[in-house]
């Protein structure tokens, strides 16, 4: 067995359906964990992520859930918890951004964003806690962004509410850290530009002057940050909690 090696365990990826939550699904079953697929609106899309780890060797299931709703999540887990046990692995990965200059949001969708980034974030670690803390080893990521590290320059009129939802989210990591070790470690990872339906609006011009930037040389993959998540949520990194990663190709560095 390898330092990363996940099998016996029970994962929950949220917004699993798609994207940078899809690669993580994969690897993470990739790895030998039972994963769950949560999604909010795409049977379809979840069911495809579910094939693709079965076609990998893996298993798993779907659970459709809105997970700013803590009725609809409590639910979710109730219900893996009576196909497969407690979850032991858990990435709050469902978010959202928005496609409309923030300068002049309505008030309303400031609290879509928060409710299902930080709300959403809050209501699986909230509902996972208590089976990871009676198994006495819970792994937790949490998908904040480099939006939550510093405000973008590059789309000021968009990231007002998204950037404070993705900081808040590394405050809520840390004091959980704090508060539910040694039983549980909690971890932040905060990707850069990576390349998913979310982004697919960015203007070429945009993605030209990002990549510039970027020491790298270019845009992140899911499979990017499904490879540090991996890693975090492993008996490799077992020494490692409160921390957030940054996957950004250089265009952040913490200091
Ligand atoms: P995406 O839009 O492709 O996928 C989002 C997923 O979240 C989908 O599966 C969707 O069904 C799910 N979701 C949305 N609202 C939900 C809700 N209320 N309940 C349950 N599931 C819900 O996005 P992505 O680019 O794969 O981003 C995944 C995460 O990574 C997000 O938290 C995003 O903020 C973060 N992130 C993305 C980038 C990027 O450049 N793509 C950069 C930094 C951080």
Redesign the pocket.
């Known amino acids: 067995m390898t330092e990363q090696d996940l099998s016996g365990r029970v994962a929950l990826v949220?917004?699993?359906?798609?994207?940078?939550?899809r690669a993580i699904c994969r690897r993470l079953a990739q790895a030998g964990a039972w994963v769950a697929v949560?999604?909010?609106?795409?049977d379809e899309?979840a069911a495809e992520t579910l094939a693709e780890i079965r076609a990998d060797g893996g298993e798993g299931g779907v659970w459709r859930?809105?997970?700013?709703s803590f009725a609809a999540t409590d639910a979710m887990f109730g219900s893996i918890e009576a196909e497969r046990g407690p979850v032991d692995l858990l990435v709050t990965?469902?978010?959202?951004?928005s496609f409309q200059d923030d300068v002049d949001m309505p008030v309303d969708l400031w609290r879509r964003i928060l409710a299902?980034?930080l709300d959403?974030t809050f209501h699986c670690v909230w509902r996972a806690k208590e089976g990871m803390r009676a198994g006495g080893d819970g792994r937790i990521v949490c998908?904040?962004?480099?939006?939550g590290l510093a405000p973008t320059t590059m789309r000021p009129d968009r990231l007002i509410a998204?950037g404070t939802s993705?900081s808040a989210i590394i405050g809520f990591a840390r004091n959980c850290a704090v508060a539910f070790g040694p039983a549980i470690r909690v971890n932040c990872v905060?990707?850069?530009?990576?390349?998913?339906?979310?982004?697919r609006d960015m203007s070429e011009e945009m993605r030209q002057r990002i990549v510039a930037g970027t020491p790298a040389g270019r845009t992140?993959t899911?499979e990017d940050?499904a490879a540090l998540t991996h890693f975090l949520l492993s008996d490799a990194a077992g020494f490692i909690t409160g921390q957030t990663y940054v996957a950004s190709g250089g265009l952040v560095t913490l200091p």
């Open positions: 949220t917004g699993g359906s798609r994207g940078i939550g949560n999604h909010s609106s795409s899309a859930a809105d997970v700013s990965n469902a978010g959202i951004a299902v980034n959403g998908i904040s962004s480099i939006n998204y993705k905060a990707p850069g530009l990576v390349d998913t339906d979310m982004t992140g899911p940050i």
